[in-house]
Every structure is written in C-alpha cells, then in structure tokens.
C-alpha cells in the first residue's frame, strides 16, 4: 500500500487522497486510488475477481439510465459509443477517446456499484489459433458464447446469447452504422452474436497472430501504429463477433470493454518502448475519415477537447496521453 502511494506522488496525482490514511478515509471511491491499479488479463484473475468485474457490469445492466427513461445505465455507454464514438473511429482520436471512453465505464462501475477492481483485457493473440475456442466465451468462467442460430435472430448476423451471466438481457439501443456514420435506434433487444466461421474467421486470426503484433508494435510513428491498431487489429474482433459487436452500439457486449482495454494495452506497450518520445507523439486526422471524406483533412493536436457527451467532463487529449496521470493513474 505505501508503494502504491509512493507511485500516486511520483506521478504528481491525488495530493489530497494521499494525506488521508486508509482508517481516515471511510469511502471506498478513495480507498480505490489509493491502491495498486494494474490492469490484468481475464485469465490472470483469480475465479472471485472475475465474478466480482462480472457482478459489476450485472449492476449497471440493472440501474436505471442517467439520459434515456426506460433504459439502464449500461446502456447510456452504447448510445454515447454510437453519438459522439463515430467522430473518433478513422481518426487519431480513436486510441485517447476510447482510453477516456473505457476510463469513464471503469468510474461508473467503482462509483455506482462499489466495484474495486480495475478493466480487464482480453489478450486475443492467445487465442489466434481458434477464437470460437478462446475461454473468454466460457459459460461459467467468461461472457457467454456464441448465439443460439436457432433463434429467430434480432438483428442481422447475431442470434440472442443463451448462456453465460448474460444469457437473454436486453440491450436497448441498436445501431445500423458500423463507424462510416451516424445512427442510433431506439430497439430492445438480446445480447447477440454470430460468430464468423470458417476460411473468412481464419484470415482474421492470422491478423493478430504473434508476427502481426510485432509489426504492430514495431512501427515508428504514432500514425503509422494508429492504422496498424484500428484498422487492421481491433478491427478484427467485431468482424469476428458480429451481432452488436458490429456496429456502432459495440459496446452492447461486455467484451467490448476487454476489447479496447487490450487496444489500448497495445498503445501503451508501444509507448513504453520510447516513453520519453512517444508520451506526446499524437498525429493524423483531426475528423473521421470515411464521414468526412470529402473535407479537406485538419491535422489533430494535443490540444483537441475529447468529448464523452456530458457522462465525463470534456479534456484535452493532452491529459490522455499517459495513463500514470492524476485522473487515470493505471497501468498494465
Ligand atoms: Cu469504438
């Protein structure tokens, strides 16, 4: 514990947190800060931790929306991911928006439903060789598998999960655009999946085999590393999950969230190899490039607003850039 305050003041963060020992401090929103925060892989946890992330996103799923009458709080995440999310995919913003964005869903589970743990990645290069194999679809250990294809199914490419913590919950918004645009619908629905099969589901392994994360990781710019890690790498496990997965309401499944903790793992394996020069290297399209491609491109800057349409407060993504800061103090 105290080396876990030694870090928070090396890394200039909490100040007044760190004045107050653990028996002055009876809430546990502060007890959190004051711990070791590292970020694991799903099968690193011990069987109760993974209940306890499990439990968390149970609650969300059962707590009432902070924008919408009639949907959750879990789903308040899938309509931000489908509002403000598509102005950041093609663009250099997608690795800080998607740092703040999952940041935002880990505060909501440790505020609202006394979560004490941290996100949790899936590292699916593990699982390169057969996804539809991976233990992160274990019905008692994971997130449920694939859809039941005996269904009539609720959205195109997904049938409704019918194992798994969870088995037939609603989902309350639907998307039909996939990141090339703007859309959000008001439509209940099941957790669903499809899993892709076949020479199709092997080629998307082969791109986040071992070789592909080297090259990944081996890349010298910040723009070069943005286009290996959206396009070629992360978006590989939507193509794979398909269902809500596939759309811009992506976050509907919980993977989601191990999804782009593993993406941003990547972003921060990378800039661990050059920290100095790399904890301020930030470059590319200012603007979604596949909505706005017919507008002259505007170069990002570190001193873009990242916006999380009113659920967190908007900063710079100069304050996203390294995750040993005062507001995200993390690390893997
Ligand atoms: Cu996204």
């Known amino acids: 514990m105290l080396k876990a305050l030694t870090d928070r003041n090396r890394h200039g963060g909490y100040q007044p947190l760190a004045r107050l020992s653990l028996e002055e401090s009876s809430d546990p929103k ?14 690193a946890l011990e069987p109760s931790e993974q209940q306890q ?22 789903d308040d995440f899938a309509s931000l991911h489908a509002t403000v999310g598509p102005m950041t995919h093609y663009a250099a913003s997608f690795l800080p928006w998607h740092r703040y964005f999952t940041h935002t869903f880990e505060k909501a589970l440790a505020e609202e439903c006394r979560f004490s743990g941290t996100l949790v990645y899936w590292d699916w290069t593990l699982d390169a060789s057969n996804f ?28 409704c999960v019918v194992d798994g ?11 039909d655009s996939n990141g090339h ?6 439509s209940p629905h099941c957790l669903s999946r499809g899993f892709l099969t076949g020479e199709k589901a092997e080629q998307l392994q082969s791109r986040v085999s071992p070789a592909a994360l080297q090259r990944l990781l081996g890349q010298s710019s910040y723009g070069k590393l943005l286009d ?9 496990i939507p193509q794979f999950v398909r269902g809500d997965f596939y759309r811009m309401t992506a976050p509907n499944d919980p993977v989601f969230y191990l999804h782009h903790t593993q993406v ?8 661990q190899q050059d920290l100095e020069a790399r904890i301020n290297q930030y470059e590319g399209p200012k603007n979604n490039m596949r909505i706005f491609k017919n507008m002259t491109q505007v170069e990002a800057s570190l001193e873009d607003i990242v916006e999380m349409g009113g659920f967190a407060d908007d900063i710079l993504v100069r ?3 390294s995750t040993q800061s005062d507001l995200l103090c993390y690390s893997y």
């Not at 502060?30 to 099968?43: A, F």
């Not at 913590?165 to 998307?175: D, E, G, H, I, L």
């Open 228 to 236: 290996e890690v959206e396009i070629q790498t992360h978006n590989v």
């Open 264 to 271: 941003d793992r990547l972003w921060w394996l990378w800039q």
């Open 30 to 43: 502060n007890i959190l800060y004051l711990t070791e925060r590292r970020r694991k892989e799903w099968r």
């Open 181 to 186: 645009g703007f859309n959000l619908r008001h």
């Open 132 to 159: 539809t194999a991976s233990p992160i679809w274990n019905s008692d250990t994971g997130f449920g598998g694939n859809g039941d294809p005996n269904l009539e199914p609720q959205m195109p490419r997904g049938n």
């Open 319 to 321: 304050d996203l850039m």
């Open 165 to 175: 913590p969870f088995a037939n919950t609603t989902r309350t918004w639907q998307s």
């Open 53 to 74: 992330y499990i439990d968390g996103v149970l609650c969300l799923m059962r707590k009432p929306s902070i924008s919408t009458t009639g949907s959750t709080r879990y």
